[in-house]
Structure formats: structure tokens, C-alpha cells
């Protein structure tokens, strides 16, 4: 199990189980909802279903001692049951683009069985929908005490976060409650036993109200549930009965089996044991309609016995075909009220021969734990092993919980430190921003002209961000580039706007416009180029393979930061390194990073190391980054060249390697190292060639 889930289950409502099948039994018609837990063994129930049996077989609880957990709400049964089971990931979703609850009506048209939970990026605490045919309930766990929130309100509050999603598709296997059979056995013996003597008195008061039970049994057996081989067992051994006391007048009977099935609400009034004598059953069939008659004991506990076992026989028939019923409904039945008549009907006459036999067994000798009581002593024994090793589980894994809160407090400490720093940078540049401002209002002219900030390069450019947008997402987007959308209609549809930290309508760069500035340069010239151009090249000479991550990371790019810097968490504590240009996804997750050379001085082998260095550094604290760029408008020396082929792999730019030109951090890790020429206003991808 879970060490959460156990954590979670033992903060639940106990109490002693002791009661082996019989108390199962009892659970199942309470409609209870939880976990029991009996010889390392863990039992989940959903409304009186068993739904998960883990670590152990049903067979553990036949005798067996432990505590049952009574669950706050249903939904966390199933749940922690599903959990458990482990699941199959069927999608993975941002909630800004597909909200909860248009998934949630989706799976519940579907039918589905599974759950989904949301937890990834949410801050606020986890949440669930657990679904069974559709049939939807929902739970959260919500801030540092994990408190618990069900129903509407926990899914009304997990549709207003915002985070990422799982869909995950599990089983639900409904596992059989089995019956005693030894104490079944030990009624049918004393109610032959009785019929044997031939006289009123019995052997004690427990065998006549066995004889009593078994009668009453036979009164209600489920319509149509006994085979041809028991009617005929019935008839004759009645037949016997008349024939031993003819002399005897047949007394009024209990209502017949048909008005059973009409009447379910009398089905509390036949279970109580009767205040008269046995009754026996008629020589016809229950399927006849012919209701039973009250017969002298001796005929009674002759023939109850036999008719008992063909109702106990029958009503375990119709158990088993309700719990399959049960198991292929296309929704949890104890979920859903409104039952129509039919079902209900079906249910009563299947639930009677269930109920009655039950009622036997509870009030019969328990041989099967008094012949056994000599062997329960060294099983008493091995259980508090087990479960002195299971306390001593439990504090090794909150040791271990507790040095992984230690350092998860380090590292955030550590972030806070971070985060302080960057504070007073930004508090620094604000101040030099806000003098520059001053200045530049001081030498506006005296008509009320508002004066312009002039700024220099350097500070233009970290002060702004780029952003992908469409005109309408119904268009022609990058997302449609595995459909071969066409380049023309995803330009008409994009624009690449900005923002800047200052006012950009009124600013200069060196003398000129803002605008103006901007896209001359090669940083917003080469974001155009990445998104307009580059995924049609890539597609087009037929390397979406070779150059894989970087062409599905193209379609998810969302801004672009200039001037930026990538801060990861790694192992050696956190990492910052600075470039260029930065390419994000909508989360700000870094997907490219690229180095621009403006000058005319070519690239050196030790300009081209400190980029493979700083992106290398960074990759190992962050999945998604798919390439690094070197962009210039000179030249790469030899040095440069040979510096990207051994960082590459050593095969050279041919290498028939998967991916081309590729870094690899890790077995698995890695990202694309391209290097792009920009030569007479436009970009050429050098290494690899297209």
C-alpha cells in the first residue's frame, strides 16, 4: 500500500473487526463505505461492494482480526481503491485550454471508469473526480492540512484552478463475499437430526431454532430460483410428511412467492422467525404460485432441511447474478436513486433468499472457530510479528518523509534567497528607469509636448518581451503543422506583438523611434524568422525527424524574452545562466535559447564552448529545452566548427545518429546545437544543413 494512502485511511473513524466473513457479511447490508484491514491485508468497500482486495486474498479475513476504517465519503473509497490499482494515462490537459468540466462532461457521456486528478502546478492543494460508468463524485484535499473538501463544492473549486490535469483509465473488479458453508452444514444435520426422533422436544432450543429458520426459509424462496432436481426432492419428501401424519389439518400458511415479488416492503415482516410452528412445504412447486402451509415439526424438520438447502441454493444463485448484473451496469447502482420498478422488484426477490440464509448461519453453533481455537494461538503469534515489523515500516518511512521535508526546506530557502536578490536588482533598475524618465520630462519643450525617454540599446531590449499571438485560433495555426497546414494562411493568421516595461509610444533608441528600433534588430528579426519561417524549412527538406525537438517545441512557443535568463533548481543547488534571446511556452518554461553575434568579427571556439556550457548547465534542472541557437551576420572560425562537432557527438555534422547536431546531457536528455547565419536580411540554418 501507499504509505499517503495508509496515512490518509488510519485518520479515518476505526473500530475493532473481529467478525471474519460474518461481519463482511454485516458491512454489505449496512452499505458501508471504507477500508478493512486484517492480517497485512487491505479490503476496500463501496457502498456494502467489496472493490479491492490488496497486498492478500478475500480468504485472509475468513477468521480474522484487524479494524475497519469508515470512509468520510464514498468517493474516497473508490479512489484510494483505483489508486492502488494503478492506472493507464489516457490524455493530459492545461486547464486554460480545456477546462475541467468540459472533460468531465465528455468522460461522463463516455461511460468512463477511472479518475482524474489534478494536482501538477496547483498550489492550493490536489483534487479528484473519480468516475464509474460515468457516475461522477468528487473529492479535494485542499491547503498545508491537506483538509477535505466533496461533492459539488470540491469540484466547483477544482474547475476554478489552474494547473495541469490527468485522465487516467483503471479497472473496477468486484470481488464475491464468500458464505460459511461448514455452518450451513451444521443446520441441515441438526434439522434431521430432530426429524429422526419423531417427537416436539429437541436436543436444545439452538437446533429447534435452526429447524424454525430453515422453514421460514423454504416459506420465501426467490421465484423461478429452484431447478427441476430440487422440486422434485421437495414433492417427494412432502409427500412423506402427509402420508407420516395424516391425521394432522393443514393450517393457514404465509403469503405465496408471487406476492412476494409485488410486495417488497413485507420482506422485514417474513425475515423474523416465526411464533408458531414449522412450516412445510407444499407438494407443488414455489414455481406454481402454490403457497406453503403450517405442517406438524416432525414433518417440518424432515423436509424444512432439504427445501432450506434448495433456498439457500437459489437465493446464492440470484446473489451471483445480481452481483454480475452489478459488475457490468454502466453505472454504480448504489449511485443512482431512481430505480425503475422492474429493478427493484428484482432486487427485492434476490435480496429475500440472500437475507434469510444469513439469518441461519448467524444464529447457528460456530464449530468451524471452536475446532480451530487451538491453532488461532501461534496465528495470534505471527500476526503480532507482522505487525511489529509493519510499525517498524511505518517509522522508516517517516524518517524518510522527514529528511525529504528537511531538504525540500533548504531548497526553498534557498529559492527565497534567490528570489531576494533578484528583488533588489529589479528595485535597482526600477530607480535607474525612474531618473532616466525624470530626466527625459526635464527636456520637454514649453508647448505641453510630452518628452520622450531616450534609451540605449542594451536597455531597450531587456525592458521587452515578444508574444506569438493569433487573430483567431479557428484559423490556420502552428498546431496543424503535422497536417501539412499551409505556411501562407498560419502568417496571415500570426502576429508577433510586444510589451514593454516602459512607455513605448514616447521612447527613442539613440535618437530613433521605439517601433522603429525594435524591429531592425536582429533579436526581434530572428523571433520572426523562428515562428514564420524555420518549421516550414525543417518540414519541408524532410528533417521534422532528425531535428524532432525542436520542431514540436516550435508550436508551443508563447513569448519571447530578450536579454533573458534561465534560473533552474539542480542537484549542486540553484543555476542561473544568461542569453540573448529566450524562447518560452505559456507555463515559462524555457524551449530555446540562442546567442546573437552583430559584430563583424566571425564566432570563436571559445564563444561557441561558453554556449554549449551555459545551455548544458540549465538543461539538467528543465525537460523541455529542445535546442540552443549561435545566430551571426559574420562567420563561425574552424574553431567554432570543430568545437560544435565534438560536443556533438565527435561524428561530425553527417553522423547517421537519430537526431542531428544533438547535445546529450544525459541517457535520455539532450537538445539540438544549431548554428544560423544571418546574412542579407534573412536566416540560413548552417549545422545542421538543410
Partial sequence: MQAHTVERVESWHSRPFSGGFHELHELADADFSGAVVASDTWLFMLNGRVIGIFEGEIEEFEDAEGT???????????????????????????????????????????????????????????????????????????????????????????????????????????????????????????????????????????AEDDTAKDAEAVSTPPSGAVDEAEQTSQTERASQTEQASPSEEATPGTKETGSRAEGADESDESRSPP??????????????????????????????SAAA???????????????????????????????????????????????????????????????????????????????????????EEAAERIDNLEGE???????????????????????????????????????????????????????????????????????????????????????????????????TVDGEAFESFLTGTGAYRFVAWAVRELPYEIRDAGHTSGLSDLYDAIPRVDRAELDGSVEVETEEGNVSRSFDVVLRDRMGEPLVVAELNAEREPVTGDEM?????????????????????????????????????????????LSRSDKESYVKVGRKDGYHLCLVEDRNDAFHLTVPEL
Avoid: C
Fill in 68 to 206: 475497519v476504517y469508515e470512509a468520510p465519503d464514498p468517493s474516497l473509497a473508490l479512489l484510494f481503491s483505483m489508486q492502488e490499482r494503478g492506472g493507464e494515462t489516457q490524455a493530459k490537459y492545461y486547464t486554460n485550454e480545456t477546462p475541467l468540466s468540459e472533460a468531465n462532461e465528455t468522460l461522463s457521456d463516455a461511460k468512463f471508469t477511472g479518475y482524474v486528478e489534478l494536482s501538477e502546478n496547483v498550489l492550493s492543494g490536489d483534487y479528484y473526480v473519480v468516475y464509474y460508468g460515468g457516475r461522477s463524485m468528487s473529492a479535494a484535499f485542499v491547503g498545508a492540512s491537506e483538509e477535505l473538501i466533496t461533492g459539488d463544492e470540491a469540484f466547483e473549486r477544482a474547475d476554478d484552478e489552474v494547473g495541469l490535469y490527468e485522465v487516467l483509465k483503471t479497472p473496477v473488479n468486484v470481488t464475491s463475499i464468500p458464505d460459511i458453508e461448514d455452518d450451513e452444514s451444521n443446520a441441515d444435520d441438526a434439522a434431521a437430526a430432530g426429524a429422526a426422533t419423531g417427537t416436539a422436544d429437541r436436543a436444545d432450543d439452538t
Fill in 275 to 304: 411464533t408458531h410452528a414449522p412450516e412445510q412445504d407444499s407438494p407443488s412447486s414455489p414455481s406454481d404460485g402454490a403457497g406453503p402451509t403450517d405442517a406438524p415439526e416432525e414433518a417440518a424438520s424432515n423436509g424444512g
Fill in 309 to 395: 438447502k434448495a433456498a439457500a441454493a437459489a437465493g446464492e444463485e440470484g446473489v451471483f447474478d445480481e452481483e454480475e448484473e452489478w459488475r457490468n451496469a454502466r453505472s454504480v447502482p448504489t449511485l443512482d436513486p431512481d430505480k425503475s420498478e422492474t429493478a427493484g422488484e428484482e432486487a427485492s426477490q434476490s435480496s429475500t433468499g440472500k437475507t434469510a440464509k444469513r439469518q441461519r448461519k448467524r444464529s447457528q453453533p460456530k464449530r468451524t472457530r471452536q475446532s480451530s481455537s487451538s491453532g488461532k494461538s501461534r496465528s495470534n503469534v505471527e500476526k503480532l510479528k507482522r505487525a511489529v515489523q509493519q510499525r517498524d515500516a511505518k517509522l
Fill in 409 to 507: 526546506r533548504e531548497q526553498l530557502r534557498e529559492r527565497v534567497r534567490s528570489l531576494q536578490e533578484e528583488r533588489d536588482e529589479l528595485a535597482a533598475r526600477a530607480e535607474e528607469l525612474e531618473a532616466e524618465l525624470e530626466a527625459a520630462e526635464s527636456t520637454g519643450d514649453a508647448g505641453g509636448e510630452p518628452a520622450q525617454n531616450d534609451l540605449s540599446p542594451e536597455a531597450a531590449l531587456s525592458g521587452t518581451n515578444l508574444f506569438v499571438r493569433y487573430d483567431s485560433k479557428g484559423k490556420a495555426t502552428l498546431d496543424g503543422l503535422g497536417d501539412g497546414i499551409d505556411a501562407d494562411d498560419v502568417n496571415q493568421n500570426m502576429r508577433v506583438d510586444h510589451h514593454t516595461q516602459f512607455e513605448a509610444s514616447t521612447a
Fill in 609 to 653: 564552448q561558453a554556449l554549449v556550457d551555459a545551455t548544458t548547465a540549465v538543461s539538467e534542472g528543465t525537460e523541455g529545452l529542445s535546442a540552443a541557437m549561435y545566430v551571426t551576420a559574420s562567420f563561425f572560425e574552424p574553431a567554432a566548427l570543430e568545437t560544435a562537432a565534438e560536443e556533438t557527438g565527435g561524428g561530425g555534422f
